[in-house]
């Protein structure tokens, strides 16, 4: 099954679409560095455009909130593909855990603030949290075939373990990361 297209606003027009990706990766930098309520005007100006061009592509603060989200979700859907192609099947799945620990940690404001805005059971939401199933399915799926994974588990409770741990407050990325090997070792299936 084709995973269902993430909302996009990216254009087509390859110089509509390189100030697209340099305000995207000026605002995820910025966002990163500073937080979401950093001004558009220090975005355009690390992006090395002008503030107009900012705003006919991206009209709210919100529509480039929305673009970075994004980026940051088809990244994490990239991953799994990528970790598929290139490990085993419970290597592979442990290693799209670790990418996507990486990611809560360094998103929860991002996420905070489209929430606020959008709604979290929006459409935007819906299709954003589907596309993150379906690359998650993926590595279960070959992962439990392989016999590596316990049998009974589903993708949602794994990832709401791994929510749980993204959403401590003042979590430590080795805390984190100490808190998902536990996590990955009860996923094994228990020794005969």
């Given amino acids: 099954m084709a995973p269902t297209p993430l909302p996009s606003m990216r254009p ?6 390189r100030n697209y990706d340099l305000l995207v990766t000026a605002a995820r930098e910025a966002f990163s ?8 005007e220090e975005i355009a100006r690390r992006a090395g455009v002008g503030i107009g061009t ?8 919100t529509a480039l909130l929305e673009a970075v989200y994004v980026d940051e979700i088809q990244s994490v859907c990239d991953r799994a593909y990528d970790f598929d192609r ?7 799945l442990a290693a799209w855990l670790r990418s996507f620990i990486g990611y809560g940690l360094s998103k929860k404001s991002l996420a905070s603030e489209l929430i606020v805005a959008l709604g979290k059971d929006s459409q935007f939401f819906q299709v954003c949290k589907l596309n993150v199933q379906d690359a998650g399915q993926l590595l279960l799926d070959k992962a439990k075939a392989a016999g590596e994974v316990r049998q009974d588990l589903d993708l949602m409770d794994i990832m709401r373990l791994v929510g749980g ?6 979590m430590e990325p080795d805390q984190a990361h100490r808190l998902l090997d536990i996590v990955l ?6 020794a005969s």
Avoid at 33 to 40: A, F, M
Avoid at 165 to 170: K, L, P, Q, S
């Fill in 165 to 170: 741990i993204n959403m401590g407050r003042d």
């Fill in 54 to 61: 900012l705003y006919r592509r991206f009209p709210s603060r």
């Fill in 12 to 17: 087509t027009r390859a110089d509509a679409a």
């Fill in 86 to 92: 290139e490990l085993q099947p419970f290597e592979a």
């Fill in 185 to 190: 070792c009860g996923l094994r299936p228990a």
């Fill in 33 to 40: 560095e500073h937080g979401t309520d950093t001004s558009l």
